[in-house]
């Protein structure tokens, strides 16, 4: 109430609406920022350094993630495999989102043969699992951490370019688009200045699942050998060289597996937070 006794309707969200699941997914985003931006606040293990006092030791307070079959701290792996797990997400989902924005636009916006063919484009990749795209095209650039984010972000190419077309076929048969067109607005001035901004809200609200599938396939090649090479830490490299021992030391398996999980769940939570509560 204002002091004439006028309500003033609250904005924004108070803090106590927010969950404890919330806060526990903001926390463990903040965790992920901070392992991407200096590791070393984390860990002071050298991730690359062996030890061979210290070989298979499960959880303990020197080690809280316990050490690998060759001594080296998994803590440290996994903090610094954050880096190359999530700079490999980063850039898959850039690439999806940047190509397909363009070519959705493109479809949608110019019609006819242009959008016949990128249509059949897209609904070619959408038949193929997504996993298994990223595999072919890994396979003919190389194998690489880059060429691992390549080939994700190439393989949700055909996501972002559906979603992009079909907002923007409805906005373009909006009022005040035809109204541009009518005041003497240019084709490529009215895309860019109407069609384009009033058309990316739901594909940037996708831009946050996309990269939790990124994480995924980005670690599932990297346990199949085809991203970056030992012994360089990254999570699914850290689930496949302990898959060996997944019977007498168990965490070598469990930690990199729950590092994924979680942080896969943590983005997906966050991100609906903030569409549902902030924008």
């Known amino acids: 109430m204002t002091a004439a006794g006028i309500a003033?309707?609250?904005?924004?969200?108070?803090l106590r609406e927010v969950s404890v699941t919330e806060w526990l997914a903001l926390a463990v985003v903040t965790l992920l920022v901070v392992a991407v931006v200096a590791p070393g606040l984390l860990t002071a293990y050298d991730p690359l350094a062996p030890d061979p006092a210290a070989i298979l030791q499960g959880p303990s307070a020197a080690h809280p993630f316990g050490t690998d079959y060759l001594g080296r701290d998994?803590?440290?792996?996994?903090v610094h495999g954050t880096v190359r797990t999530m700079v490999g997400s980063a850039v898959a989902v850039v690439i999806g989102l940047g190509l397909g924005?363009?070519?959705?636009?493109l479809a949608a916006y110019f019609g006819g043969v242009v959008d016949a063919v990128i249509s059949r484009v897209v609904d070619v990749l959408l038949s193929i699992p997504g996993l298994l795209l990223s595999m072919?095209?890994?396979?003919?650039?190389?194998?690489?951490a880059l060429n691992a984010a390549i080939a994700v972000g190439v393989s949700s190419v055909a996501v972002f370019t559906r979603l992009m077309r079909s907002e923007t076929l409805t906005v373009?048969?909006?009022?005040f688009v035809e109204a541009s067109h009518h005041l003497g607005g240019s084709r490529r001035q009215v895309l860019i200045r109407h069609v384009f901004p009033n058309s990316y809200s739901a594909v940037l609200s996708l831009t946050a699942?996309?990269?939790g599938l990124a994480i995924l396939w980005i670690s599932s090649l990297s346990f199949l050998g085809y991203g970056a090479p030992p012994?360089?830490?990254?999570?699914?490299?850290?689930?496949?060289?302990?898959r060996e021992y997944v019977v007498s030391s168990p965490w070598l398996?469990?930690?990199?597996?729950?590092?994924?999980?979680?942080?896969?769940?943590?983005?997906?939570?966050?991100?609906q937070f903030v569409k549902e509560r902030v924008l």
């Open 74 to 78: 998994l803590l440290s792996r996994v």
């Open 231 to 242: 012994p360089q830490p990254e999570w699914g490299l850290l689930v496949a060289e302990g």
């Open 136 to 144: 072919v095209v890994v396979v003919a650039l190389g194998f690489g």
């Open 253 to 271: 398996v469990v930690i990199p597996g729950l590092a994924i999980t979680v942080s896969v769940l943590s983005i997906s939570r966050v991100s």
């Open 209 to 211: 699942l996309q990269f």
């Open 101 to 105: 924005t363009v070519l959705g636009l």
């Open 8 to 14: 003033v309707p609250a904005t924004g969200f108070r």
């Open 172 to 175: 373009t048969g909006l009022p």
